[in-house]
C-alpha cells in the first residue's frame, strides 16, 4: 500500500483502476464523494464508489474506493485528487490517493455501486 499520490512506472504499466482515498471527512455521505469527484471532472468515469461507515454512529471511516471504467482516468485520479479538501466547511483534512490493495473493476464487485 503507498503512502503517497506518486504514480510510479508499475503503476502506469498495470492496468489498475480503483484507487484509495483517505482523509475524507467522516459526516462526508457517498452522495458528498461523487460530487467531489464530479465537481473534478471525473463524471461519468468511474462506475463503482465504496465509502465504508461505521455501523453505530453512521459515519464513514475516513476512506473510500474508487473504481475508474478506464486505466486513463484511474492514473489522472492519482495525479489530482491528492492534497485536496473533500469538504473544507467540515474538516481540514488533506486527501491522500493510492491504488488500492484490492481491484474492485465492474464485473468483480457486482452490487456494490
Not at 498495470?14 to 484509495?20: G, H, L
Request: aromatic share 8%.
Amino acid at each position: 500500500e503507498k503512502a503517497s499520490s506518486e504514480v510510479s512506472t508499475a503503476d502506469t504499466e498495470a492496468e489498475y483502476t480503483t484507487i484509495m482515498l483517505r482523509h475524507i471527512p467522516n459526516r462526508v455521505r457517498k452522495e458528498g464523494l461523487r460530487a467531489f469527484l464530479d465537481d473534478r471532472g471525473f463524471s461519468s468515469t468511474y462506475d463503482i464508489v465504496v465509502l465504508p461507515c461505521d455501523a453505530k454512529t453512521k459515519r464513514n471511516r475516513g476512506y473510500g474506493f474508487v473504481n475508474f471504467v478506464q486505466h486513463q482516468d484511474f492514473l489522472r485520479a492519482m495525479r489530482e485528487l491528492g492534497g485536496l479538501q473533500v469538504d473544507a466547511k467540515q474538516s481540514k483534512k488533506i486527501t491522500q490517493v493510492s491504488v488500492a490493495d484490492e481491484q474492485l473493476g465492474s464485473k468483480r464487485c457486482v452490487g456494490l455501486q
